[in-house]
Every structure is written in structure tokens, then in C-alpha cells.
């Protein structure tokens, strides 16, 4: 049962650099075809979504082996932690930091495919009998 729980921090820790990497990527192509600002932004987007999982998946799998009503709360409260903190942090790049939106948001969607990339990868290691 341990087995399962490493497994799935694993690919949360794939997920998060998949996305952290995306970051980079769009921070890349937004200091090469505008400016240094825009970059910050694409890369704070994709950031936000990064942290966002890693916090996620640090408070799914803190119960570690428990009963299913434990892990039902530990899902509900990962994902509202997680929404919280997009909220918080998209308004503080947007207000405080006055970071330009649609780099952003760029940013932020770009980092998505992370996400999906870690998914991908995690099945198709599945099927060929490695993990």
C-alpha cells in the first residue's frame, strides 16, 4: 500500500517541474518577442499553477493510509488550498505586483500542459510494467 502513495508523489513532483518547465518555456518566448516584464508575468503564471499543485498534492497525500472519509477530506481540503491560493496570488500579480494580464494568464494556462504531459507520462509508464 506504501507502494501506491510513492507513486503518487512522484507524479506530483513530475506534475509540478512538467509545469515549472512550462513556465520557462512561455517566460522564454515572451522575453524573446517582447520584453522583460512580459516574461516576469508569463513566468509568475505558470509559477502559480506550479505551487498550486505542489500544494495540492502536499496536503492529499499528508494522511498517508487512511480510512476513506480521511482521504475525502484531505482531497477537499487540497483542492481548497489550492484555489485559494490561485485566487490570492493571481490578485496579488494583477494588483500589487502590476504585472501585465495577458502574459499572465498565458503563463497560467500554459503551465495546464504540465499537467496533462505528467499524466501522460505516468500511464504510458504504467504500461510498459515500470513506474
Not at 508575468?41 to 480510512?67: K, Q, Y
Request: contains cysteine.
Amino acid at each position: 500500500m506504501n507502494e501506491v502513495f510513492g507513486v503518487g508523489k512522484r507524479l506530483v513532483m513530475r506534475v509540478v517541474l512538467l509545469q515549472a518547465g512550462c513556465a520557462a518555456t512561455v517566460a522564454t518566448m515572451f522575453w524573446a518577442f517582447r520584453d522583460a516584464m512580459a516574461a516576469w508575468a508569463g513566468l509568475a503564471g505558470g509559477l502559480i499553477v506550479a505551487i498550486g499543485s505542489a500544494v495540492f498534492g502536499w496536503r492529499m497525500f499528508a494522511p498517508g493510509i487512511a480510512p476513506a472519509a480521511v482521504l475525502r477530506r484531505a482531497l477537499f481540503a487540497a483542492e481548497s488550498l489550492k484555489w485559494f491560493w490561485y485566487v490570492l496570488a493571481v490578485w496579488l500579480a494583477l494588483t500589487r505586483f502590476k504585472l501585465p494580464p495577458l502574459p499572465l494568464m498565458t503563463g497560467l494556462v500554459f503551465a495546464q500542459f504540465g499537467y496533462w504531459f505528467g499524466l501522460v507520462g505516468m500511464k504510458r509508464g504504467k504500461s510498459n510494467g515500470s513506474v
